[in-house]
């Protein structure tokens, strides 16, 4: 039975850690945050996600551990923030360096280290390399270093963890296929085994794919309604192309994923990504062009009074609890830019006060609203989707088919 360390307990590293724990391994999950270990500890866990609560209970009964202290090990994974500086667009590599620095400290001769954190294409050689370098130590003998990106999706996170095909980029094909076997305890998923700076670029440039295409359709939900054509008509009818596959318009693209990882690309290639930055500025103006929808809205009824105005939807997407840059709180943000105060707003899964005016009652936020915007299509909304018969309705997920909903 493997001993491995986690180390960071956010979306990622949670799930995987407990993950490896039902599966047999023995597993100790690091977090600097003292907090959350205890929380951990104590038998709660610090976010939802479907399916979560059975595997916790699960890797718990078979003795996981949490720790604010790292120890010696074979195999430390890591899965910690790598967020990119606004500025220059480049990414911030500090938990990475600080992580692998204290895994040096405690670690045994041999150890391998997977960074699952999605790292800007060369970090490891930039920024990883030379730290363990200065410290001594011979990479290939002494520490080995493997790139595995995650790609699961919140709110399919269990799933997608057994299921995903997975990437290994490694120096040495030899702990590549270590590093497979130990993945294989819960991934029934293809794992390629590939050099480091492959899974690197990869990772990334999948995140910016799916960046582009919805960047399209937002681009075109716009040019439809110029001209007061239904876009999902048009990209339904063009998907049953059997080369096409275009995805959906809708407020914006938030999370931490998608909207961050573009910008490594051209934080790092500012001349060449004419295409991926013009797309995460399309996608980034979204939530100006739903508060501009409300506004022609609001006109178009005689209604001054933005408290009338609610919010349906804090998260960043559909049935996830993830609130990280997502598209209500930047139109919010943009409201406030203007001074514009009073909207409404609620959120089924955001149980703290994060915004003014937010309810934590869904009839309450309903009575005291006359405009609903549907800006997350949790299943709540869908499933009482009748409630919503009485009020004007803008409606940016298309779920709601009531007669006289506006469209994006
Ligand atoms: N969105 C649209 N239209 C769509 C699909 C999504 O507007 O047709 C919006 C969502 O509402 C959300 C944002 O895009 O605001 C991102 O959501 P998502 O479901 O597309 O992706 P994430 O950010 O939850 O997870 C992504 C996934 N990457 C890809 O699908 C290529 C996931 O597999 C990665 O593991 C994850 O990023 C990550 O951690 O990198």
């Not at 370098?133 to 990106?149: A, N, Y």
């Not at 057994?162 to 819960?186: A, P």
């Not at 799916?210 to 990209?235: G, W």
């Amino acid at each position: 039975m493997k001993n491995i360390n986690v180390i960071g307990l956010g979306y990622i590293g949670l799930p995987t850690a407990l993950m490896f724990a039902k599966s047999g391994v023995n597993v100790i999950g690091v977090d600097y945050n003292i907090e959350l270990v205890n929380s951990l500890k104590s038998g709660k866990l610090t976010f939802e996600e479907d399916g979560l609560d059975e595997l916790f209970a699960k890797a718990l009964s078979n003795g996981i551990e949490f720790s604010n202290e790292y120890s010696q090990s074979e195999i430390y994974i890591v899965a910690v923030p790598t967020p990119y500086v606004k500025e220059s667009k480049k990414i911030d590599p500090s938990y990475v360096i600080s992580a692998v620095n204290s895994v040096l400290d405690v670690c045994v001769k041999g150890a391998i280290i997977c960074i699952e954190s999605t790292i800007s294409p060369g970090t490891i050689d930039r920024f990883v390399r030379p730290i363990i370098e200065e410290r001594g130590f011979i990479i290939g003998q002494d520490v080995h270093l493997v790139h595995t990106p995650e790609r699961i999706i919140p709110g399919n996170m269990i799933y997608e963890l057994e299921h995903n095909s997975r990437t290994i980029g490694c120096d040495d094909n030899e702990i590549g296929e270590k590093v497979k076997e130990l993945y294989s305890s819960f991934c029934k998923g293809e794992m390629i085994i590939t050099d480091i700076r492959s899974a690197e670029m990869s990772k990334v440039v999948e995140n910016t794919f799916r960046d582009i295409n919805i960047a399209f359709a937002n681009e075109l939900a716009k040019i439809c309604r110029q001209d007061n054509m239904d876009v999902y008509e048009i990209i339904k009818t063009a998907n049953m192309h059997p080369r096409v596959n275009i995805l959906q318009p809708g407020p914006g693209v938030g999370g931490h994923c998608i909207s961050v990882d573009p910008w490594f690309l051209v934080g790092d290639y500012p001349s060449l990504t004419n295409l991926i930055w013009e797309a995460r500025k399309i996608n980034d103006s979204m939530p100006n062009f739903v508060l501009g929808r409300i506004r022609q809205i609001m006109k178009e009824h005689n209604i001054h009074d933005v408290s009338k105005v609610g919010l349906y939807g804090l998260t960043y997407k559909e049935n996830v609890d993830d609130t990280r840059e997502s598209p209500t709180l930047q139109l919010l943000e943009a409201m406030d830019e203007h001074l514009a105060f009073g909207i409404k707003s609620y959120d089924p899964f955001v149980k703290e006060m994060i915004v003014e005016g937010q309810y934590h009652n869904f009839d309450e936020f309903m009575n005291d609203v006359e405009i609903v915007v549907i800006m997350v299509s949790h299943n709540e909304i869908k499933e009482n989707i009748e409630c919503l018969k009485d009020k004007i309705i803008l409606d940016t997920r298309n779920i709601c088919h009531l007669p006289g909903t506006y469209k994006l």
